[in-house]
């Protein structure tokens, strides 16, 4: 699948058609909301292809954190570098699948993963991972796919509840899914202390 990534890496934010104001309001105040008390937040964000997500939170003033990106790609990850130049003492890239995770245990304050589960080897064993390295009560931030895309995996299809549900059984808590795209919702959660 990674070398799907290189061949589009160059086109990737325009066939995802990003809109910084709609990233800012959709996706990272939610998650600055819920950083809300954690002085200088680091953040995992697992398949950070072209680097949205860090790219995003830093030039949001309200963010004071670091932020590492991992993805498989080496090519995303050259546009990401690119993107994340503005911050060379924020931002970390890291080539690298996301099971296992090369992290300790309990390290970061958040982990985000984005329209990334569906194509895993196993989404379950990756949330797995993500949260062996979500510190006690920290922030947990995935995706999941829905509607007539999401159900074009058959086998990682899961409805809300069941998703929910798998979080829960894995170690999550305060799990909350949040209609987000078409085709995708976030789905918030906190790992158990």
Request: hydrophobic fraction near 40%; aromatic fraction near 10%.
């Amino acid at each position: 699948m990674v070398w799907l990534y290189d061949i589009t890496a160059k086109n990737y934010d325009d066939i995802k058609e990003f809109d910084p104001d709609a990233e800012s309001f959709f996706l990272i105040r939610p998650l600055r909301h819920r950083l809300k008390g954690v002085p200088n937040p680091l953040v995992l964000d697992v398949a950070t292809g072209t680097g949205r997500l860090p790219y995003s939170l830093l030039e949001d003033p309200l963010f004071n954190g670091r932020i590492i990106g991992l993805d498989p790609s080496r090519k995303m990850l050259n546009f990401a570098v690119d993107k994340l130049a503005s911050y060379p003492f924020r931002a970390t890239l890291v080539q690298q699948t996301a099971v296992p995770l090369p992290f300790a245990d309990n390290t970061f304050d958040a982990v985000t993963c984005l329209e990334a589960l569906e194509f895993f080897p196993s989404d379950k064993n990756a949330i797995v991972e993500m949260l062996r390295v979500l510190k006690p009560n920290g922030v947990l931030l995935v995706t999941r796919r829905r509607g007539r895309d999401g159900k074009m995996f058959p086998s990682r299809y899961k409805t809300v509840e069941q998703f929910e549900t798998m979080l829960t059984e894995l170690g999550a808590m305060e799990v909350q899914t949040v209609p987000w795209q078409v085709e995708y919702d976030q789905v918030y959660g906190r790992k158990k202390s």
